[in-house]
């Protein structure tokens, strides 16, 4: 099989050099690139195609969660990891939201790093334990919401959407809302172009199957 390849992306040269080491020394890995700062990761991603990348967060110029979502939104396939000192929750998720695949302290030892590379190749996400166990009491603390449905729609467009499905009229929502006819019309026109729906019959259908408007008030 082909040897996983690694980019390298951080700012500190020791510890760009461990790692080095570390995966030359792997049977089934090698470095595809190494990269100082946000701005050469993103060029080495684009230009290497790495399998992996272990990025760190603090590198000068752009930083690492902004080079990851770069790399996402350009190069999908390429599996970044974050390797980096930082712990706190806005890190965590700021990582999480740019498309990263896993999350790992620097503290973590090379069979810890081997591991994760690997199963971020196979496509798993991979976290430390130190983070897990972060987002474990995170959202043990949360309690579960359902998704909003819909989420681009405005509020106002939301509810004009759960009184099409119950079979109101332009009219009966303008006199329900106190509002314009011409203003009813626009939010109608806003969700068949969101929904992209043809017809308020197909917008009061998905509407309906997503649960708006069952209860009528």
């Known amino acids: ?33 190494e990269a100082s700062t946000g701005e050469e990761a993103v060029a080495l991603a684009a230009s290497s195609m790495p399998d992996v990348a272990l990025m760190d967060i603090n590198m000068p110029g752009m930083n690492g969660i902004e080079a990851t979502r770069r790399i996402n939104q350009s190069h999908p396939l390429v599996a970044v990891v974050m390797l980096t000192m930082f ?38 996400a991979i976290f430390g334990p130190a983070i897990a166990t972060r987002l474990m009491n995170y959202f043990a603390a949360r309690p579960a919401a359902p998704p909003s449905a819909f989420p ?17 009229s332009n ?7 106190y509002l314009s ?5 626009n939010h109608v026109s806003n969700i068949l172009g969101k929904l992209q729906v043809a017809d308020r019959v197909q917008a009061a259908l998905r509407a309906r199957e997503a649960g708006l408007g069952n209860d009528r008030a």
């Open 1 to 33: 099989m082909s040897p996983i390849r690694v980019l390298i992306a951080d700012d500190h040269p020791v510890y760009r050099d461990g790692l080095r080491t570390l995966l030359t020394s792997l049977p089934d890995t090698e470095v595809a690139g």
């Open 87 to 124: 712990e706190d929750d806005d890190s965590v998720f700021a990582a999480l939201r740019a498309g990263a695949r896993g999350y790992l302290l620097k503290g973590a030892d090379q069979a810890e790093i081997s591991r994760a590379v690997r199963a971020a190749a196979s496509g798993e």
């Open 152 to 168: 681009d729609l405005t509020q106002r467009e939301r509810e004009v959407l759960a009184l099409i499905a119950q079979g109101l």
């Open 171 to 177: 009219t009966d929502i303008a006199r329900r809302f």
């Open 181 to 185: 006819p011409k203003t009813v019309r």
